[in-house]
Structures are given as structure tokens and as C-alpha cells.
């Protein structure tokens, strides 16, 4: 009988999951949370844990860490699933938490994208969750305070995990070479050069990384027991040539320059090209749409305000569709601006008050504009003599809003681009009129 060999004996299991952490220790990533000393290895290590929800990228731990949790606690784990469970599912699992309860048996119950629950199964758990019949540890890539209901956010605590760095991921696939649950029984050839490029590939992501490494050994050059992976094998199997320069990161920023600086230049053609390069290169779209939406307001600004809305939802765009549909969207984004009239106005203005702010922290809020909720805050002066606006014909008044010693400073100096030129003209009325009525 042909002895099976380890490729066919261990790639039942996916590497990822095969490498799994069991114990914090051998947990990567995170230190700012379980970390010695840390607020969430604290709770752990107490098993003083309680609801909480994980919200961070994909692959950074969520549920590895929700694992390793339910066994630090001896507690019964259940795996719930937000894409393929409704609220009967959701009271068939409570019912079975609660009589884990009665023998003395906490259950942790994780809910992987916790954002995919409607509002009705969301209040599925809050009872449960209140009583203590159950953990809830909920994850998401979502920001929660927009996905998860109020009452159900404010009895979780919510920990924000961090996409892993580079050499987090390093550190991860050495770990895979080295481990025999990995490849420890191989003797794999890999150059520390091809280890970087597949963290950088990675993106902050384990589980990309770790299923990447495993293309690339099954698909090395097989001798005996020694697999030799190659630069041209790893580009074959991720499909990115342009990432392989990309060591220590330089060219990422290099691009991401040359992006900006074509579109403050007006030149679409230039930031057209450098879009394709990153995305082609294996960038993250929505980093890129970040920083178009950024630029709409640093670059563009009051010049022509529909810049943003635009790159605002290119973002959006980016977000619902991922990569390769949103280029596009993204290439419609960056030519509109490269063609918008261009003004500075909105950082120069917000550097220079937060110069102001820094340097003077403790001015005082003038009284007139100050809220006066309480009868002691009317007494002494809060609120007295505000005008409201809209009582006066012209919408405005001559009320002093910033404090006595920044009096007369000026921070948005519009440009006359593009429609900054009627925002300017505007704004010279507006500080006329307030002139002429101090001056009465």
C-alpha cells in the first residue's frame, strides 16, 4: 500500500486554521490589548469576563481571541453565525445557555459579523446578555456604534483590534515554517526577502498570509523532503509582480505621493496612471479612497464643494463593491479632481487654529455663547445678552464668539478658485456689516 504523503495527510485542514492559537501566549498581535499588564488580559486572567465586542479588519483574531477566551474562562463556547441564523436559531441557543447555566456552566457565545443582525434579532439577546445567562462577545468590521443597537452596545464593552503589522505577520509565517502543525516536518527553503513580501502582500491579515504561504510551499520545486520556494513562484501564485520590489514599504508611500501630487497638479492622466499602479499592485482600494476624500477638502476645499461629495462616495462605492468593480469609481474620482479648481483654504485655516488651540487651551468660553441649563449657570451670566440669529433680519449679529484674546484672527483666507471666489466675497460682506454694527 503507498504511504500517503504530508501534503495529502495535512491539507485537509487549511493552514490557518490548523495554526490556530490556543493560549494568549501564542496569540501575535494586539499588545495594546492582552499585552502583560493589559486592560483584556487582566479580565482573562481573572476570569472576570464579560459581554464585549471585537471591532477590527479582517484577520486580525477576532474569533481566535473569542477561542482562546472561552477556554482561559472553562467556558462552553458556541459559533454563531450573523449571515445564516435568525431569532428562532437565536432562542434555540439561549435556551441551551440557560441550561448550561443551571449545572454552573457559563457559555460564551460569539457572533462573527455582528453588524449582518437586523434590529429584531440584535434584541433577540438582550435579555440574556442583561441576566447573565450568556458572554456575548460580538465581531465586526463595522464601526458599532452605527451597526449595534444602543441597549445592546452599552452592555458590551467594545475593544478596537489593530490590523497586524508586517512583522506581525513575519513573525506568523516563520512560526507556520517552523511548527509541525505548519511545516515543521518539511524542510521548505525560503528566503527572509520572499517572507517580507508576503507579509506586505498580507495587508495586516493572517489569514491571507498564512493561506498564501500555503500556495506558495505546495506549489515550490518538491526535492525529496525539501520544498525551495522561489521569487518567481511567489509572484505566480500571488499574481502581483508590482508588490515584489515593495520591501520595506517605500513604494507604497511613493506612489501614494505620486497620486496626490498629479492631482494637485491637474493632470489626470499622471494620477490615472498611478491609481492603476497601486491597485494593480494589490493596494487596498478604501486606503486609496480615504485619501481621495482627503484630498477633496485639502486640495480642493470651497473651490468646488461637490469634490467631496463625490469622493465620499467613491468610498462608498469602494466599500460595497471591493476591488476589481471600484476602480472606476475611484478613476472617476481622481479625474474629477485633477480637473476641480484647486484651494488650500481648509488646511491652512484648521493649522492655524489648531496652533492657536494648542498653544492656548484654557481660554475661556465667552459667557454670552455659553449653555445655561441650570438656574446657578443663569446667575452667574451664562447665556446673557446671546442673540439668536435668526430673530434679526440680516440672520446674523455682531456677537463676539471667539474669547477676548483671539480677538481678530483670522483663519480661512479664501482663494478666488472656482466658486471660493463667491465664498469670499460673501464672507468680506458678512465682516463688513459686523464692522459697521460694532461701530454704532
Given at each position: 500500500?503507498?504511504?500517503?504523503?504530508?501534503?495529502?495527510?495535512?491539507?485537509?485542514?487549511?493552514?490557518?486554521?490548523?495554526?490556530?492559537?490556543?493560549?494568549?501566549?501564542?496569540?501575535?498581535?494586539?499588545?495594546?490589548?492582552?499585552?502583560?499588564?493589559?486592560?483584556?488580559?487582566?479580565?482573562?486572567?481573572?476570569?472576570?469576563?464579560?459581554?464585549?465586542?471585537?471591532?477590527?479588519?479582517?484577520?486580525?483574531?477576532?474569533?481566535?481571541?473569542?477561542?482562546?477566551?472561552?477556554?482561559?474562562?472553562?467556558?462552553?463556547?458556541?459559533?454563531?453565525?450573523?449571515?445564516?441564523?435568525?431569532?428562532?436559531?437565536?432562542?434555540?441557543?439561549?435556551?441551551?445557555?440557560?441550561?448550561?447555566?443551571?449545572?454552573?456552566?457559563?457559555?460564551?457565545?460569539?457572533?462573527?459579523?455582528?453588524?449582518?443582525?437586523?434590529?429584531?434579532?440584535?434584541?433577540?439577546?438582550?435579555?440574556?446578555?442583561?441576566?447573565?445567562?450568556?458572554?456575548?462577545?460580538?465581531?465586526?468590521?463595522?464601526?458599532?456604534?452605527?451597526?449595534?443597537?444602543?441597549?445592546?452596545?452599552?452592555?458590551?464593552?467594545?475593544?478596537?483590534?489593530?490590523?497586524?503589522t508586517e512583522q506581525d505577520i513575519a513573525v506568523l509565517l516563520?512560526?507556520?515554517?517552523?511548527?509541525?502543525?505548519?511545516?515543521?516536518?518539511?524542510?521548505?527553503?525560503?528566503?527572509?526577502?520572499?517572507?517580507?513580501?508576503?507579509?506586505?502582500?498580507?495587508?495586516?491579515?493572517?489569514?491571507?498570509?498564512?493561506?498564501?504561504?500555503?500556495?506558495?510551499?505546495?506549489?515550490?520545486?518538491?526535492?525529496?523532503?525539501?520544498?525551495?520556494?522561489?521569487?518567481?513562484?511567489?509572484?505566480?501564485?500571488?499574481?502581483?509582480?508590482?508588490?515584489?520590489?515593495?520591501?520595506?514599504?517605500?513604494?507604497?508611500?511613493?506612489?501614494?505621493?505620486?497620486?496626490?501630487?498629479?492631482?494637485?497638479?491637474?493632470?489626470?492622466?499622471?494620477?490615472?496612471?498611478?491609481?492603476?499602479?497601486?491597485?494593480?499592485?494589490?493596494?487596498?482600494?478604501?486606503?486609496?479612497?480615504?485619501?481621495?476624500?482627503?484630498?477633496?477638502?485639502?486640495?480642493?476645499?470651497?473651490?468646488?464643494?461637490?469634490?467631496?461629495?463625490?469622493?465620499?462616495?467613491?468610498?462608498?462605492?469602494?466599500?460595497?463593491?471591493?476591488?476589481?468593480?471600484?476602480?472606476?469609481?475611484?478613476?472617476?474620482?481622481?479625474?474629477?479632481?485633477?480637473?476641480?479648481?484647486?484651494?488650500?483654504?481648509?488646511?491652512?485655516?484648521?493649522?492655524?487654529?489648531?496652533?492657536?488651540?494648542?498653544?492656548?487651551?484654557?481660554?475661556?468660553?465667552?459667557?454670552?455663547?455659553?449653555?445655561?441649563?441650570?438656574?446657578?449657570?443663569?446667575?452667574?451670566?451664562?447665556?446673557?445678552?446671546?442673540?439668536?440669529?435668526?430673530?434679526?433680519?440680516?440672520?446674523?449679529?455682531?456677537?463676539?464668539?471667539?474669547p477676548d484674546s483671539l480677538q481678530g484672527r483670522e483663519y480661512?483666507?479664501?482663494?478666488?478658485?472656482?466658486?471660493?471666489?463667491?465664498?469670499?466675497?460673501?464672507?468680506?460682506?458678512?465682516?463688513?456689516?459686523?464692522?459697521?454694527?460694532?461701530?454704532?
Amino acid at each position: 500500500m503507498e504511504q500517503a504523503t504530508f501534503f495529502e495527510t495535512e491539507a485537509a485542514r487549511p493552514l490557518a486554521a490548523r495554526l490556530r492559537p490556543n493560549t494568549l501566549d501564542e496569540f501575535v498581535g494586539q499588545k495594546h490589548l492582552i499585552g502583560e499588564g493589559k486592560v483584556l488580559r487582566r479580565l482573562i486572567e481573572s476570569d472576570r469576563v464579560s459581554s464585549m465586542i471585537f471591532w477590527g479588519p479582517p484577520g486580525v483574531g477576532k474569533t481566535t481571541l473569542a477561542r482562546i477566551i472561552a477556554g482561559a474562562t472553562k467556558a462552553k463556547f458556541i459559533d454563531f453565525s450573523a449571515v445564516t441564523s435568525g431569532v428562532r436559531e437565536i432562542r434555540q441557543v439561549m435556551q441551551q445557555a440557560e441550561e448550561n447555566l443551571r449545572f454552573g456552566e457559563k457559555t460564551i457565545l460569539f457572533v462573527d459579523e455582528i453588524h449582518r443582525f437586523n434590529k429584531a434579532q440584535q434584541d433577540a439577546f438582550l435579555p440574556f446578555v442583561e441576566k447573565g445567562s450568556i458572554i456575548l462577545i460580538g465581531a465586526t468590521t463595522e464601526n458599532p456604534s452605527f451597526e449595534v443597537n444602543g441597549a445592546l452596545l452599552s452592555r458590551c464593552k467594545v475593544f478596537v483590534l489593530q490590523a497586524l503589522t508586517e512583522q506581525d505577520i513575519a513573525v506568523l509565517l516563520n512560526r507556520a515554517l517552523n511548527d509541525p502543525r505548519g511545516f515543521g516536518k518539511l524542510n521548505v527553503q525560503i528566503s527572509p526577502e520572499l517572507i517580507s513580501m508576503l507579509a506586505a502582500f498580507a495587508n495586516g491579515d493572517a489569514r491571507t498570509a498564512l493561506s498564501t504561504l500555503e500556495m506558495v510551499v505546495l506549489n515550490g520545486e518538491l526535492d525529496g523532503d525539501t520544498v525551495t520556494v522561489t521569487p518567481e513562484s511567489v509572484e505566480q501564485c500571488i499574481s502581483k509582480k508590482s508588490l515584489l520590489y515593495d520591501k520595506n514599504g517605500e513604494e507604497h508611500y511613493n506612489l501614494i505621493s505620486a497620486l496626490h501630487k498629479s492631482m494637485r497638479n491637474s493632470d489626470p492622466d499622471a494620477a490615472i496612471y498611478w491609481l492603476a499602479r497601486m491597485l494593480e499592485a494589490g493596494e487596498d482600494p478604501l486606503y486609496v479612497a480615504r485619501r481621495v476624500v482627503r484630498f477633496a477638502s485639502e486640495d480642493v476645499g470651497l473651490a468646488d464643494p461637490r469634490a467631496l461629495e463625490i469622493c465620499v462616495a467613491a468610498y462608498q462605492a469602494c466599500h460595497y463593491l471591493g476591488m476589481p468593480e471600484c476602480s472606476v469609481h475611484l478613476t472617476q474620482a481622481v479625474t474629477y479632481l485633477s480637473l476641480a479648481p484647486k484651494s488650500n483654504a481648509m488646511e491652512v485655516a484648521y493649522n492655524a487654529a489648531r496652533d492657536d488651540a494648542q498653544r492656548m487651551l484654557a481660554e475661556p468660553v465667552p459667557l454670552v455663547i455659553r449653555n445655561a441649563p441650570t438656574k446657578l449657570m443663569q446667575s452667574l451670566g451664562y447665556g446673557k445678552g446671546y442673540q439668536y440669529a435668526h430673530d434679526y433680519a440680516e440672520k446674523m449679529t455682531a456677537m463676539q464668539c471667539l474669547p477676548d484674546s483671539l480677538q481678530g484672527r483670522e483663519y480661512y483666507r479664501p482663494t478666488e478658485q472656482g466658486l471660493e471666489g463667491r465664498f469670499k466675497e460673501r464672507l468680506q460682506q458678512i465682516k463688513d456689516w459686523k464692522a459697521a454694527q460694532k461701530k454704532q
